[in-house]
């Protein structure tokens, strides 16, 4: 069954360096979403991508964020100069339109 | 603006027992309605789903969920619950239409006894 997969499954990062998550969607799929879960909180949406360009975003997808599709397959997220707070489990999920699919997760430690 | 709650932050019930787990939601017109799973250290997995047509959806690992437009609420029930299904529960709405974003509940953690 295919799946949507992610890399690294986990990511230490300092304060103030840059960091790119990784995620291979359903190879079918066309929007892709980023989501961000911090410890003890719920799932909280950053960005949907569609057509190479972002569909919509939320409060907290500000200009520390940028996502971007450089192939045919990988779909990633890049947050520029990381921040205490961005520390959580950041997931991508992929749709045909309809149900999204989530992937492992990748767990963010910001020192 | 959509929303989700889940009043209910933990619940446990013994191996066996049936089980049904709350959610209300907000949104202006009929949305698009999910449960997914997360087990420790796992990502999110869909359950089942409601677009539209028969309000009893039935989803995977035995679960169920109706829809109840004058309730506002998509609540989860499975009649004989298994050790394995102890997991993190959300609910989550999304707009009707293609690709809107999901809003998640705040989950319950259900523990299961033996």
């Known amino acids: 069954e295919p799946e949507v997969t992610q890399t690294p499954s986990h990511q230490v990062t300092q304060m103030g360096q840059e960091v790119i998550l990784r995620c291979v969607p359903i190879?079918?799929?066309?929007?892709f979403y980023w989501y961000r879960q911090i410890l003890g909180q719920k799932v909280e949406f950053l960005v949907s991508?569609?057509?190479?360009?972002?569909?919509?975003k939320s409060e907290i997808f500000d200009d520390q964020f940028s996502v971007e599709r450089p192939d045919g397959s990988n779909f990633t997220l890049k947050i520029r100069s990381t921040k205490l707070e961005d520390s959580a489990m950041y997931f991508c999920?992929?749709?045909?339109?309809?149900?999204?699919?989530f992937g492992p997760g990748t767990r963010l430690t910001v020192t | 603006a959509q929303s989700v709650t889940q009043p209910d932050i933990h619940i446990t019930v013994s191996e066996g027992a049936s089980l049904e787990l709350r959610c209300n939601y907000s949104?202006?017109?009929?949305?698009?309605l999910f449960w997914y799973v997360q087990s420790p250290g796992q990502g999110l997995q869909l359950l089942l789903k409601y677009f539209s047509g028969d309000t009893l959806v039935q989803g995977i690992k035995g679960f169920e969920a109706e829809f109840k437009r004058s309730q506002s609420s998509f609540n989860l029930r499975k009649p004989s619950v298994h050790w394995s299904d102890a997991a993190e529960y959300f609910c989550a709405v999304g707009a009707t239409g293609t690709a809107s974003k999901l809003t998640f509940g705040t989950g319950t953690r259900l523990q299961v006894t033996l």
């Open positions: 999920a992929s749709s045909t339109g309809f149900e999204q699919y």
């Open positions: 991508f569609y057509n190479n360009e972002i569909s919509e």
């Open positions: 190879s079918n799929h066309l929007y």
């Open positions: 949104y202006g017109a009929t949305p698009y």
